[in-house]
Nanobody, 124 residues
Framework: QVQLVESGGGLVQAGGSLRLSCAAS????????MGWFRQAPGKEREFVAA????????SYADSVKGRFTISRDNVKNTLYLQMNSLKPDDTAVYYC?????????????????WGQGTQVTVSS
């Protein structure tokens, strides 16, 4: 059973930065496509970013393009999300998820394993 544990969330002022981490265990992390998603209060969970198993291809939601960077370390079995120039609209619970196809896909239904989430709050 794959376990994903997010960390690095917190409270930050607008314009600030945070780096989220997602530690994976119990599976073959290096073969999974990995994604970050977020869910704000009263809204549906939405795609943020995804990365190919090799790290060679990434994709981003338009709302975060140019501000967020997804990366991975297949030796440490860890996924990252560097978030810069944060805005109040980025406030949400952030989840990492694993796609067994290995591809960087944006649809929630493609992801089999999910973490419990980490709260990110951006104050204005």
């Amino acid at each position: 059973q794959v376990q994903l544990v997010e960390s690095g969330g917190g409270l930050v002022q607008a314009g600030g930065s945070l780096r989220l981490s997602c530690a994976a265990s119990g599976g073959t992390f290096s073969t999974y496509g990995m994604g970050w998603f977020r869910q704000a209060p009263g809204k549906e969970r939405e795609f943020v970013a995804a990365i190919h198993w090799s790290g060679g291809t990434t994709s981003y939601a338009d709302s975060v393009k140019g501000r967020f960077t997804i990366s991975r370390d297949n030796v440490k079995n860890t996924l990252y999300l560097q978030m810069n120039s944060l805005k109040p609209d980025d406030t949400a619970v952030y989840y990492c998820a694993a796609d067994l196809s290995g591809r960087p896909r944006s649809s929630l239904s493609n992801y089999k394993y999910w973490g419990q989430g980490t709260q990110v709050t951006v104050s204005s």
